[in-house]
């Protein structure tokens, strides 16, 4: 059984930046494929960005590429999300996932093993 916990999301003005971590249980995270989606009110859960085992590869969603960085930390279990320039329609519960040896980064909701339980980002315009 793996545990995800997020932290870090708030309330921001729009253009500002959160950085939002998700700390993994379990004493093999290098060999999780990693991904953070979002949820907003009314809309179905939404890929935003992958990482691969490494973190030597990254994905993202058109609507965040170049704003936002996926990062993670394998010492340290953590996988990050760095958000920059948001915008109100950054809004949303964010969630982190963990695919269990998960090849390459992964975009598909339903391929990822585990949940975390939420963190809210609100922006405000």
């Known amino acids: 059984q793996v545990q995800l916990v997020e932290s870090g999301g708030g309330l921001v003005q729009a253009g500002g930046s959160l950085r939002l971590s998700c700390a993994a249980s379990?004493?093999?995270?290098?060999?999780?494929?990693m991904g953070w989606f979002r949820q907003a009110p009314g809309k179905e859960r939404e890929f935003v960005a992958g990482?691969?085992?490494?973190?030597?590869?990254?994905s993202y969603a058109d609507s965040v590429k170049g704003r936002f960085t996926i990062s993670r930390d394998n010492a340290k279990n953590t996988v990050y999300l760095q958000m920059n320039s948001l915008k109100p329609e950054d809004t949303a519960v964010y969630y982190c996932?963990?695919?269990?040896?998960?090849?390459?980064?992964?975009?598909?909701?339903?391929?990822?093993?585990?949940w975390g339980q939420g963190t809210q980002v609100t922006v405000s315009s």
């Open positions: 379990g004493r093999t995270f290098s060999s999780y494929a």
């Open positions: 990482i691969n085992r490494s973190g030597g590869t990254t």
């Open positions: 996932a963990a695919k269990i040896s998960g090849l390459g980064t992964i975009r598909g909701r339903y391929e990822y093993d585990y």
